[in-house]
């Protein structure tokens, strides 16, 4: 014979903080979700929208000059008193201008070998590393000083992406990205003036 269960109190007759009174707060939370889910999205802050604007516009300004900055130094590199078709004057500076005009910062999430690519190729990076291993056959063609702004050029496109993509905003907007641009500007203008 089975015992009849007595009904469920109703709910005002629940005590705080019973089990009862615990699901119905969140069966009641859960509804208000449900609601709250339905409603349309409020309209955008103008004052938000408006530094969201100004913000993206500044980063198309820098990516550009970093753009820029890569053509030019592809131009010097592809300039240096070396041989027709060397490596450093085709591949090398190649790679140069294309990693300087495809930086993404929102390229965070895509690791290979433990780094985000900030937009570069896989292939292009390779190719920026190659320069370590082909330094010392450019000694009878380049001044020391020519080799080390070379260097010095292929570490900051190198670098570029590592930082843009380890933290962006700070990059772009603290002037971090035209810093390195403005190395790499001075250092390939310096060797033709000194000489």
Not at 7 to 36: H, I, K, N, Q
Not at 86 to 111: C, F, I, K, N, Y
Not at 123 to 149: F, H, M, W
Request: charged share 25%.
């Amino acid at each position: 014979m089975t015992t009849p269960h007595p009904p469920a109190p109703p709910l005002t007759d629940v005590a705080t903080g019973s089990p009862a009174a615990v699901e119905s707060e969140l069966v009641r939370f859960a509804r208000l979700s449900a609601e709250r889910r339905s409603l349309p999205e409020p309209p955008p802050d103008p004052e938000e929208a408006a530094v969201l604007a100004a913000e993206a516009e500044h980063e198309r300004v820098v990516l550009a000059e970093a753009a820029a900055v890569g053509l030019r130094a592809a131009a010097w590199m592809r300039g240096l008193p070396l041989p027709p078709g060397h490596w450093v004057r085709g591949a090398l500076a190649d790679a140069v201008e294309e990693a300087m005009s495809t930086l993404d910062p929102a390229d965070a999430d895509s690791l290979v070998d433990g780094y985000s690519q900030g937009g570069v190729r896989e292939s292009v990076r390779k190719t920026l590393d190659g320069l370590i291993y082909c330094l010392a056959a450019t000694a009878p063609d380049l001044a020391p000083r020519e080799q080390a702004a070379l260097l010095a050029v292929v570490s900051c496109v190198r670098g570029i992406p590592r930082l843009l993509a380890n933290d962006a905003w700070t990059v772009l907007h603290r002037g971090e990205l035209a810093a390195l641009c403005t190395v790499i500007d001075c250092t390939i203008i310096e060797p033709t003036r000194r000489g």
